[in-house]
């Protein structure tokens, strides 16, 4: 089930209000996706904590109908 | 979450060796990119790892994922500790830092056989 990269784009966007959020689609199937978020956020965390409130921002769909999001997370320097 | 029946084969399995790593088909025949692509960084340095199908089973296929709160595969565990999944390590091997990880929790690294 695809997709569209302006949904994970406000889904991200809504539970980081602060991001900035790169998305690009590299398969052009809708289905594989890379993601680049920046936050403030993310300051102080591990990656895998940077990484788990984007999943928990995508709510359930990772792993689900969003098969494949590279994902790329970080404070700003 | 913890009467998951799953959790118990997880958390034996976690405990079984050092490095373990969760993974859709084999090292030797992977079924998936993301899979392959930790499996070859682990192979690069040199790392012994046992490595769990997930494909087998699929309770653990999906118990995994509550396990670790972390909702896709691979999944790399080191000394009972979640790392990450497959960006997560590739960037930290990019960056060098998974190394430091092995080193600094006493995990034989080939490449380093001779220190």
Not at chain 1, 6 to 21: F, G, N, Q, S, Y
Not at chain 1, 34 to 60: C, I, N, W
Not at chain 2, 75 to 82: N, P
Request: glycine letters at 8%; one cysteine or more; hydrophobic letters at 45%.
């Amino acid at each position: 089930m695809a997709m569209a990269a302006a949904e994970i784009e406000k889904l991200i966007r809504t539970a980081l209000p602060d991001a900035e959020v790169t998305i690009a689609d590299l398969a052009g199937d809708g289905d594989h996706y890379s993601a680049v978020v920046t936050s403030p956020s993310f300051a102080g965390m591990t990656r895998v904590q940077q990484h788990k409130m984007v999943y928990d921002a995508l709510e359930g769909r990772m792993g689900g109908e969003l098969h494949a999001l590279a994902l790329q997370t970080s404070a700003p320097k | 979450m913890s009467d998951n029946p799953a959790f118990e084969q997880i958390s034996g399995a976690i405990k079984s060796d050092d490095v373990v790593l969760f993974m859709k088909g084999t090292p030797v025949f992977p079924q998936c990119g993301f899979s392959s692509t930790v499996v070859q960084i682990l192979s690069y340095l040199g790392v012994k790892f046992s490595s769990v199908n997930v494909l087998d089973d699929m309770d653990v296929r999906e118990g995994i994922k509550q396990f670790s709160n972390w909702p896709t595969i691979p999944q790399l565990y080191v000394k009972g500790e979640f790392v990450g999944g497959c960006d997560i390590i590739r960037e930290m091997f990019e960056e060098g830092e998974l190394r430091d990880v092995f080193a600094s929790k006493g995990i034989a690294m080939e490449e380093q056989a001779e220190a």
